[in-house]
């Protein structure tokens, strides 16, 4: 088991483009053409083929780009009890287009009684670790799975099982304390938890969303921070747990936007998180001052770099946002990665596998330049 800890100088998100071959796989285990160890076995593969190049590329985490998920969220709802989806109709609204994810909601309570699916994924992965790697398991936050239920769109299924928000609130924590347990003894030390609730709440449509006022926003803060920490402070001292901060990443395409002003007082000085994979690859995101909130020895792993887009960005500008950075927290305590996945969901975004290694290359050649 590797003893290295996440985040590293030039780091990755997690997910990374689906090959050809597996989303032909996919295609044909949905339509019953390809059983299941006949999926397990193309997906075996190309997970082999994607950790060979991370190594190739001289990084340091290893994931599976979640190549055997659908989504970067969803997939880990659906493995526990009490909950169904099904294709949707409407999607969810995002800039260019509609995210046609599927439509997930409660039919009965949430439980773990099982091993979680993701812990054999993340015994792959880590059987790859070697002296100058290791497996990095990424999960949707709490409060991401909270929000999933809690939403205009859904409330109404969810207090068919749960007429109190704090009995849904305490099953959803027991299902994460159950994966952590899980996760630590198959030998996981680096968690991610990857979060949209955060760029959701900043956004402009953000009390429309949440069907709340600018009170209620601050009460929601309140209450994901509070869900984060409860599973966080949970875990192992020695149980690295990080978070992606993201506005929502599908085929190019992104849900929210809005600086983290408004966020910054409860998410980066209270949330406890070891460090916060952030975006910053447009203005959409605002200026680095809310860093100015963290707390204690928090990192920041600055997403400087974008995956919605095949154009390599210039190296001196993104040295120059480096050191503008450094006004808010000190260099030793900032990263640099991507801004986001390549594929948070199956479709991937608008960019070939050539591309998405010349945007790791850059990262790497910024972060070496930077730090040495």
């Avoid at 590293?8 to 997910?15: A, K, L, T, W």
């Avoid at 989806?85 to 287009?97: A, N, S, V, Y």
């Avoid at 009995?167 to 030998?187: H, N, P, S, W």
């Amino acid at each position: 088991m590797s003893k290295k800890q996440t985040p590293f100088r030039y780091d990755i998100v997690g997910s990374f483009l689906r090959p050809a071959k597996l989303k032909e796989a996919r295609k044909q285990f949905e339509e019953g053409q390809l059983d299941a160890k006949g999926l397990k076995q193309v997906e075996d593969e190309a997970i082999t083929d994607l950790i060979e190049k991370i190594k190739a590329a001289g990084y340091h985490t290893l994931t599976d780009g979640e190549f055997r998920r659908a989504t970067w969220h969803l997939d880990f709802m659906w493995a526990c009890d009490g909950i169904a989806h099904k294709p949707t109709k409407t999607g969810l609204p995002f800039h260019g287009e509609q995210a046609m994810i599927d439509d997930t909601y409660l039919v009965g309570k949430i439980a773990l009684t099982n091993e979680h699916p993701f812990v054999e994924h993340f015994r792959f992965v880590q059987s790859f670790e070697d002296e100058n790697t290791v497996a990095k398991q990424t999960i949707p936050a709490p409060a991401q799975f909270l929000a999933q239920f809690i939403m205009p769109f859904n409330d109404a299924e969810t207090k068919k099982y749960y007429s109190d928000r704090n009995a849904l609130i305490d099953d959803i924590v027991a299902v994460y304390q159950k994966t952590i347990d899980q996760l630590y003894e198959a030998g996981c030390r680096n968690l991610q938890l990857d979060d949209c609730t955060w760029g959701m709440l900043v956004d402009e449509t953000a009390p429309s969303f949440f069907n709340t006022d600018a009170e209620g926003l601050k009460a929601y803060q309140i209450l994901f921070k509070d869900i984060n920490n409860a599973v966080i402070d949970y875990a192992p001292k020695d149980f690295v747990i990080n978070t992606h901060i993201c506005r929502g990443n599908y085929h190019s395409a992104y849900a929210g936007k809005g600086a983290y002003d408004a966020v910054a007082d409860v998410v980066f000085g209270k949330e406890n998180a070891n460090a916060y994979f952030l975006e910053y690859d447009d203005a959409r995101s605002g200026s680095f001052a809310p860093l100015a909130k963290l707390t204690g020895e928090k990192k920041v792993v600055l997403g400087l770099v974008t995956t919605k887009n095949p154009q390599l960005e210039d190296k001196d500008e993104v040295i120059r946002r480096i050191r503008e950075a450094e006004n808010f927290v000190p260099l030793e305590r900032l990263y640099l990665s991507p801004q986001c996945g390549f594929a948070s969901c199956e479709i991937g975004n608008k960019l070939t596998e050539e591309e998405q290694w010349a945007k790791l290359k850059l990262v790497k050649d910024i972060a070496e330049e930077v730090w040495g």
